[in-house]
Structure formats: structure tokens, C-alpha cells
């Protein structure tokens, strides 16, 4: 591994492709999604080379796929409105976002899963 990170890829290990922190406004569910699997692929190159630096390069982009993710949640909250929804289609929501959350490992969509059932309990289903 160069000193550049994984396969020469330009960034530094650990770091986000740009360096900068997530800006609100830009962050991106799909992409700190894209960037999660990245690290998990990097990390099990690591796993299976024995390669520390893959295996610390993969947990960096896992946990800045989660921040993204969070970022972007947070940005995408402000603009939900459950008052609005019907309960029932909420909790149907809530319920199938928990258990694909739960497939996947994804622990984002199993709080948004929760929140949309909580909310759906609140208004009475």
C-alpha cells in the first residue's frame, strides 16, 4: 500500500476523498453508502491479506460512510413531516425499513424504521 492509501487510489488512509468534512447541504445517503461498502471491502482485503493498513483504511471509510449517512439523515429529516402521513403506511414503512435494516446491517435504517413505527404508534394505529 502506498502512502496514498489503498491500490494508489490518492487518498490518504483513513481520509475522505476530498478531505473536507461533510458539508450538509451536499452530504448524500447513497453515497456514504457507496463509501461504507468501500471500506468493507477494504477491510476485508485487509482481513484476508493480513494487511493492517487496508484493514485501518476500510474501518476509516466505514465510519465516514456512517457520518455521510448521519449528515444526510439529519439534512433529509428537517424537511419529514409525519403529522401528515397516514399511520398505517408509516408503520408498514417503519416495519419494513426496520427488518431491512437488520438484514443488512444497516443500524440507520433500523432508527428510521423505529422512528416511522413510533410515529405511527403516536398517531394511533
Known sequence: MSSTGPVGTGVPPGGMP???????????QLRGHA?????????IIGRAT???DWRDAGEADKAEGVREMRVA???GDKK???????PSTLHA???GQKVAGKMTGCPGMQERGQEKQQAAKQKGT
Open 18 to 28: 476530498n478531505g473536507r468534512p461533510v458539508d450538509p447541504k451536499d452530504a448524500s
Open 35 to 43: 463509501l461504507w461498502v468501500k471500506g468493507a471491502a477494504e477491510d
Open 50 to 52: 493480513g494487511a493492517k
Open 73 to 75: 439523515k439529519e439534512e
Open 80 to 86: 419529514l413531516d409525519y403529522r401528515q402521513r397516514n
Open 93 to 95: 414503512e417503519g416495519t
